[in-house]
């Protein structure tokens, strides 16, 4: 087997130590075999964007595609080019999403714009190793510039909500681009949105200070203090390549990842009277809650938004997310949003009013995350043995092992790639979710210690 360049987002690495030219273009050749035909590339605000990029296409060409460059855009404006242009046989996308900025990464995209499935990544994988030859002088491919990928994208977000009601609700937004990738296509959309927009971080220079580009409480700091002194609508923030999105209340709190998907899965859910939401077994039992109440059903899945969207297609599902911000709404395309996620939450406070309403109408949960070391080797027996002692009780085994309790749940899941063994509980309140939390950390903490393999 050829060895493993794929993780769960792309090829990530440090640039000029693991993520080299060399590596692009080697890449780029294994890609180009792969996908034939023409090919679109695009890359986040990244310093190093532009190297890796031209190493990449260099490799596409040399194999004889035809390379599309879409220049600076968001993941999913990638991924839309490609699912609506057919004679688009693939894309690649230069991204390290929220990871610090001396890291890049490649990321392919399929001809209907989803993630590359994984058996798809192994050929390319392959090809790499094989080191794909070059095509004589007369068949290397060309390289164009395709202008207004950008605008079509917003453009087809505007269709997709109910753009009148938004317009006419004359909402205040303050949007943090995180300097990324979204820092002409976030603003250019609320202004087709009619929201009046205070827009933070959107240099696209890539080395400008800004906040490290994961949009977690701490890192949104100046955006949540700006939301409140604005008495602005909502807090709208993006990652580094804008397929995730996270929220301010109208009160200045900041909105964890599973109450928007909570609440973005009860609007699609009412909206159609009933249908299927699909999210990872890690997902809170409050996104379950909302969407039985509104007459849904949920579907449960392994871990990562490429089975998420998978799983959706499979089921003809109305909607799907993770609790990391990512969410994805089918009526546009099967891969996570951050566009259209912020659209479908203004539509939202345009019909509803407040989101801090919205989001203290959802149930209350509270989880417990926990992180041991769990050498690879002990990982079968360890699993074996908790499905041991949990058999009496109600479980899945979708990812890892969920053990169900009337009040919530524990999820005992080793890591595949890390030797890391993760503990999370849920219920409806902090000390039993603690509880919850510390017994399963000491029976696993035990079994490691006890047993030598
Ligand atoms: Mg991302």
Same mark, same amino acid.
């Given at each position: 087997m050829a060895k493993r360049l794929f993780g769960t987002n792309g090829v990530r690495g440090i640039i000029n130590e693991d993520m080299t030219s060399e590596l692009g273009l080697r890449l780029g050749k294994a890609?180009?075999?792969?996908?034939?035909?023409?090919?679109?590339?695009?890359?986040?605000?990244?310093?190093?964007?532009?190297?890796?990029?031209?190493?990449?296409?260099?490799?596409?060409?040399? +194999? %004889?595609? #035809?390379?599309?460059? =879409? &220049?600076?855009?968001?993941?999913?404006?990638?991924q839309y080019f490609v699912k609506t242009h057919d004679h688009v046989s693939g894309g690649v996308m230069i991204t390290a999403s929220h990871n610090p900025p001396e890291f890049n990464g490649i990321k392919c995209i399929a001809a209907d714009g989803t993630e590359l499935h994984?058996?798809?990544?192994?050929?390319?994988?392959?090809?790499?190793?094989?080191?794909?030859?070059?095509?004589?002088?007369?068949? +290397? %491919?060309? #390289?164009?510039?395709? =202008? &207004?990928?950008?605008?079509?994208?917003?453009?087809?977000?505007?269709?997709?909500?109910?753009?009148?009601?938004?317009?006419?609700?004359?909402?205040?937004?303050?949007?943090?681009?995180?300097?990324?990738?979204?820092?002409?296509?976030?603003?250019?959309?609320?202004s087709k949105l009619n929201v009046r927009a205070i827009t933070i971080n959107a240099n696209p220079q890539g080395e400008f200070p800004g906040h490290p580009s994961e949009p977690t409480e701490e890192n949104l700091a100046t955006l949540i203090e700006i939301t409140k002194y604005a008495n602005a609508n909502i807090g709208i923030a993006h990652d580094g390549d804008a397929d995730r999105t996270v929220f301010i209340t109208d009160q200045g709190k900041f909105v964890s990842g599973d109450k928007s998907l909570a609440l973005m899965a009860e609007m699609a859910v009412s909206k159609k009277g009933g249908g299927k939401v699909v999210t990872p077994v890690s997902s809170s039992s409050m996104v379950e809650d909302v969407v039985v109440r509104a007459g849904g059903e949920v579907i449960y899945t392994a871990v990562g938004s490429p089975v998420v969207a998978r799983k959706m297609i499979d089921t003809d599902a109305i909607f799907g997310g993770e609790e990391?911000?990512?969410?994805?709404?089918?009526?546009?395309?099967?891969?996570?949003?951050?566009?259209?996620?912020?659209?479908?939450?203004?539509?939202?406070?345009a019909k509803n009013g407040s989101l801090q309403d919205g989001i203290d109408s959802l149930p209350a949960y509270f989880t417990d995350k926990r992180k041991l070391e769990c050498p690879a080797e002990k990982r079968e027996a360890l699993m074996e043995h908790l499905k041991g002692i949990n058999a009496s009780r109600r479980t899945d085994s979708t990812d890892g092992l969920k053990i169900i309790y009337p009040d919530g749940w524990a999820l005992l899941r080793p890591s595949g790639t890390e030797q890391i063994f993760r503990i999370y509980s849920e219920a409806k309140d902090a000390e039993t979710a603690e509880k919850r939390g510390a017994y399963y950390e000491d029976i696993v903490k035990d079994f490691l210690k006890t047993r030598k393999t």
């Open positions: 890609i180009g075999e792969f996908f034939g035909g023409s090919v679109a590339i695009a890359s986040d605000t990244r310093v190093s964007g532009d190297m890796i990029k031209s190493a990449v296409s260099a490799g596409l060409m040399a +194999v %004889g595609c #035809r390379v599309l460059d =879409l &220049g600076t855009i968001p993941t999913p404006a990638i994984r058996s798809d990544e192994e050929q390319i994988e392959r090809k790499y190793e094989e080191d794909v030859p070059c095509k004589p002088w007369s068949e +290397v %491919g060309t #390289r164009d510039e395709v =202008l &207004g990928a950008a605008d079509s994208y917003v453009d087809a977000i505007v269709s997709l909500v109910d753009s009148e009601k938004i317009r006419s609700a004359n909402l205040v937004a303050v949007l943090d681009c995180a300097n990324g990738a979204s820092y002409y296509t976030a603003p250019l959309l609320l990391n911000g990512g969410l994805i709404f089918p009526e546009q395309q099967y891969c996570r949003d951050g566009a259209m996620t912020a659209a479908k939450m203004l539509e939202y406070i």
